[in-house]
């Protein structure tokens, strides 16, 4: 059985890693636009100076696993082409090719790892007083917002953001603003309309100097599965049936990012159990069993506030916030193991989680 896994993320490196061990006979090519993973949880340290986001896959992926690094022009018909010219044929793929920032021009994309290079390269040339403005209050955007304040107390850094954690509970909003404020952050509640060299345009009419504008809002997916054919939302996220798989075709596992699951967020605790049921599917199917309906709860959301701080957020199986959160170092430790587990998950394959509530 030929596999081809197309990107080495969470989802990816998941999916190759326990697949390889479920059905060891199987050949499994991983593809991947660089030779290295990239901890997308730990971006917001490399761009702060803080810690390193990336590891040769080499060390992530089994030994019988074959690299390609490559970037993937088509998903065809049992063909992947590649844009070197060449092709990998499949008897099944598995399509992990994550998510995407589309910043205005003149900012920089903090989601991936030559994007968090550029930004810590700007951000340590910028002189005393400089100004760093983050863009978007979702978790990345806050994540970055506070590495960078703390590693850089001289600068003036600004968060820009209609909302700030909108998606948490109300008491757990207050302690990030606590926290944003003790860091001297400013926040201003408008969205970028337009960035003119070193001057943001909010929607309000505002303009506002900025010498490093970093781009927080991670909401796209590549246009691969589109362009491949395959059916997709109006988001351009796959569509794909109960066991993951591609309603266009079933050949097709796709997982993590780029997957049309209702309900499911965007996030590494999403890609990693998603690999992993493509990688059980392929295991019962090699062995002529019927595949079962994927299915995943959410027991809450993690995220670093500085090296110091941290906040977990208690949510429902369906990722609906509940009262109850935890902050603090004890947040910022139990955040840093959630981190480490994402990495060791991808590594062994070895990944659990809560089945969703019933419908």
């Given amino acids: 059985m030929n596999i081809v896994v ?18 060891p006979d199987a050949r499994i090519t991983v593809v991947n636009p660089r030779g290295d993973f990239i901890e997308r949880v730990r971006l917001h340290e490399q761009i702060a100076g803080s810690g390193a986001a990336a590891r040769p896959l080499t060390e992530m992926l089994r030994d019988s696993i074959t690299i390609e690094t490559a970037s993937v022009d088509k998903i065809g018909d049992g063909t992947v082409s590649l844009d070197d010219g060449r092709s990998l044929n499949f008897d099944h793929a598995i399509l992990a090719a994550g998510s995407i920032a589309n910043p205005l021009p003149g900012a920089i994309a903090v989601d ?23 863009i978007g209050g979702g978790l990345t955007g806050i994540e970055t917002t506070t590495e960078v304040a703390e590693a850089r107390p001289d600068l003036r850094v ?6 700030v ?14 926290t944003l404020a003790r860091l001297n952050v400013e926040i201003v ?5 337009g960035i003119d060299a070193t001057t943001l345009r909010t929607g309000s009419g505002t303009e506002l100097d900025s010498d490093l504008t970093l781009w927080a809002i991670i909401s796209a997916v590549p246009d691969l599965a589109a362009r491949s054919g395959l059916a997709v939302d109006i988001d351009g996220r796959a569509l794909v049936d109960a066991n993951l798989r591609s309603v266009t075709d ?21 890609a990693a159990p998603q690999g992993a049921h493509a990688a059980d599917t392929l295991a019962r199917m090699s062995k002529g069993r019927e ?17 110091h701080g941290g906040l977990v957020q208690a949510t429902d199986r369906n990722d609906v916030a509940r009262r109850l959160f935890l902050g603090g170092p004890v947040a910022a430790f139990t955040k840093e193991r959630i981190s480490r587990y994402a990495a060791y998950a991808s590594r062994t394959g070895n990944s659990v989680w809560i089945s969703g509530p019933k419908r």
Wanted: aromatic residues 4%; proline residues 4%; hydrophobic residues 45%.
């Fill in 6 to 23: 197309i990107g080495a993320g969470y989802a990816g490196t998941v999916a190759a890693n326990r697949l390889n061990k479920k059905v």
């Fill in 250 to 270: 079933s050949r097709v596992f796709v997982v993590g990012d780029c997957a049309a699951v209702p309900g499911m967020r965007m996030a590494c605790a999403t």
């Fill in 112 to 134: 991936t790892w030559e994007g968090a290079e550029q930004a810590r390269i700007a951000l340590a040339a910028l002189p005393t007083d400089g100004i760093v403005t983050v």
């Fill in 189 to 193: 509640a408008d969205r970028v309309a």
């Fill in 158 to 163: 600004r968060l820009v953001s209609e909302t």
């Fill in 165 to 178: 954690a909108g998606a948490l509970s109300a008491g757990a909003q207050r302690h990030i603003r606590k």
């Fill in 291 to 307: 595949p079962r309906p994927f299915s995943l709860g959410y027991s809450g959301q993690g995220m670093s506030l500085g090296r």
